[in-house]
């Protein structure tokens, strides 16, 4: 039997949270300054105001019971609530997927769960169809993406990751590979920086971060409905590692590079742009030659919402926005504690599909 042919997938919008502004164009504005944090003073940090939510997508009681990492998303996600609105999904055919910090509202959460809608048990299925079972058991205790998935009618295919920053990753890949397989017709992918708190502080080691940290959300939609302005976006590869400081940590991370560029049968060379940290020796050391792009000068260390940012960056920046060519973009993330992530897209304008 003839399999049908894998639909194309577009970037529809986005939607911001950081130190920076609200809009991926502050990105490439002048950079904000980082402060002291108050219980670490050696600790610089983009610091954000905990936002007031749109009332007309979350119940008042909602601002009083979430933490301030689950308030940032929220109001990021509620900015994308219109260009959702203006697809033709139905409920049952928008997904979302979500890179979330282990805690993201007080526990037990089980107000949050009735919350999921007049069916929870359709909805939790489909949660634990497309998570690993970990972190389906972390994210019962979240709060967030029931909100989520209720302001929003997020009734398709639903994924939660809650590890490293790489868990971002994930949730693109598995989003868009819901667009591509047909399984959804839309699909949301979210992510919140963790809090900024004493229990952040002591994981550190001694020495403080090379990058800030920073609070913050992202928020991106996906969709198989092309638009004048989206980019199609295709994933190449996807590879995770761990890379914990030590002699093998470049050999580990070269390997994994070297397999998702081959996969595409491209050398560094053929990159139209690559995004990581540059204040990242690792990183630094993996792509010799390479000018490196971030966004994290703006933002500070993002956690699972760094990746989301830096896709937006990316998607907008000048040589992208000049040339309006299809390219390759490589986006690295390697967390402090040594968790890698390399993601291979292919982006190309609407008009060449046109």
């Not at 033709?88 to 993201?104: F, H, M, N, T």
Request: proline residues 8%.
């Amino acid at each position: 039997m003839t399999q049908p042919a894998p639909r194309a997938v577009y970037l529809q919008a986005s939607s911001l949270l950081n130190a920076a502004g609200n809009s991926v164009d502050a990105l490439f504005g002048p950079a904000p300054t980082p402060s002291p944090l108050a219980f670490a003073n050696q600790i610089t940090a983009f610091h954000v105001e905990t936002p007031a939510l749109e009332r007309r997508l979350y119940d008042r009681k909602i601002q009083r019971s979430v933490e301030d990492q689950g308030l940032r998303l929220l109001d990021c996600v509620a900015r994308l609530a219109p260009a959702v609105q203006a697809l033709p999904s139905a409920p049952e055919r928008l997904a979302l997927c979500a890179a979330l910090p282990e805690v993201d509202a007080p526990s037990p959460c089980w107000d949050a769960i009735a919350a999921l809608g007049e069916n929870p048990d359709a909805l939790l299925a489909s949660l634990f169809n497309n998570t690993p079972p970990l972190h389906a058991l972390t994210l019962l205790n979240s709060s967030v993406m029931s909100y989520v998935a209720e302001a929003l009618a997020c009734h398709g295919p639903m994924a939660g990751y809650c590890a490293q920053e790489s868990a971002a990753f994930d949730a693109l890949y598995e989003a868009w590979q819901l667009l591509r397989e047909d399984r959804a017709d839309s699909a949301l992918v979210i992510s919140s920086s963790p809090n900024l708190t004493p229990a952040v502080y002591l994981r550190e080691e001694a020495q403080p971060p090379l990058t800030p940290l920073g609070e913050g959300a992202a928020a991106l939609l996906l969709s198989q409905q092309p638009s004048a302005d989206a980019w199609q976006i295709s994933v190449q590869h996807c590879v995770r590692a761990y890379c914990p400081v030590g002699a093998d940590a470049l050999a580990i991370a070269q390997e994994r590079l070297t397999a998702c560029l081959s996969q595409a049968h491209l050398q560094l060379s053929d990159l139209a742009l690559v995004v990581a940290d540059p204040s990242d020796p690792l990183l630094q050391a993996l792509l010799p030659g390479c000018r490196l792009h971030s966004s994290r000068s703006h933002t500070g260390d993002l956690g699972a919402s760094s990746p989301l940012t830096d896709i937006a960056y990316a998607c907008a920046h000048p040589s992208h926005t000049a040339a309006q060519q299809a390219r390759y973009v490589l986006l690295c993330s390697h967390s402090r504690q040594g968790h890698l992530g390399l993601l291979l897209l292919h982006l190309s304008p609407q008009e060449a599909h046109a």
